[in-house]
T-cell receptor, first 114, second 115 residues
Framework: GAGVSQSPRYKVTKRGQDVALRCDPISGHVSLYWYRQALGQGPEFLTYFNYEAQQDKSGLPNDRFSAERPEGSISTLTIQRTEQRDSAMYRC????????????FGQGTRLTVV | AQSVTQLDSHVSVSEGTPVLLRCNYSSSYSPSLFWYVQHPNKGLQLLLKYTSAATLVKGINGFEAEFKKSETSFHLTKPSAHMSDAAEYFCVVSIYGGSQGNLIFGKGTKLSVKP
């Protein structure tokens, strides 16, 4: 596609429910990143993939968070048993492989847990 | 460990005066460095990047940044601020060749521009 696409743009869910956030990267981009951004804060790294391989998941806060990219393109970030503290903007980015490649960001998914 | 520190959480300037947003980084590897801008309710947009070529990097909208290895700094400047520059700016370090390939963001500097 023309840019990184995230869906849904807004998600309101009840505490305890599971949510799945989708990211469709720019076609041909090898690397895909997930970030979380709380209000008034900078993006916080969650995890990233090269192709379908999850290279680093050290930023995932706990085992309720997981991500996959089974075919090396679209990725899903899943949060199980959501809690109010999970409320944030979740941002996805993609880039070509190689040093210094800029990351292109999607518009984000605003998650609100009530 | 890799990190990036933005020295000011908020900078306020008058329209037409220079802008300086400060950033220091820490890296065990040769870093790539970026500045991103985020306008209210908008996504993140790349302003400029440094990837071991010229140390003075020019970006969009008249911004530029200078990589100073001796000072581990990558400050963002603009000679003359415009009202449309009001936004949040993030300094970002990317490490390649280590175990991490992720982008590490600073906490951001909010730039206000007064008429």
């Amino acid at each position: 596609g023309a840019g990184v696409s995230q869906s849904p743009r807004y998600k309101v869910t009840k505490r305890g429910q599971d949510v799945a956030l989708r990211c469709d990267p720019i076609s041909g981009h090898v690397s895909l990143y997930w970030y979380r951004q709380a209000l008034g804060q900078g993006p916080e790294f969650l995890t990233y993939f090269n192709y379908e391989a999850q290279q680093d998941k050290s930023g995932l806060p706990n085992d309720r968070f997981s991500a996959e990219r089974p075919e090396g393109s679209i990725s899903t970030l899943t949060i199980q048993r959501t809690e109010q503290r999970d409320s944030a903007m979740y941002r996805c980015a993609s880039s070509l492989a190689g040093q210094g490649r800029e990351a292109f960001f999607g518009q984000g998914t605003r998650l609100t847990v009530v | 460990a890799q990190s990036v520190t933005q020295l000011d959480s908020h900078v306020s300037v008058s329209e037409g005066t220079p802008v300086l947003l400060r950033c220091n980084y820490s890296s065990s590897y040769s870093p790539s460095l970026f500045w991103y801008v985020q306008h209210p309710n908008k996504g993140l947009q790349l302003l400029l990047k440094y990837t071991s070529a010229a140390t003075l990097v020019k970006g969009i909208n008249g911004f530029e940044a200078e990589f100073k290895k001796s000072e581990t700094s990558f400050h963002l400047t603009k000679p003359s601020a415009h009202m449309s520059d009001a936004a949040e700016y993030f300094c970002v370090v990317s490490i390649y060749g280590g175990s991490q390939g992720n982008l590490i963001f600073g906490k951001g500097t909010k730039l206000s521009v007064k008429p």
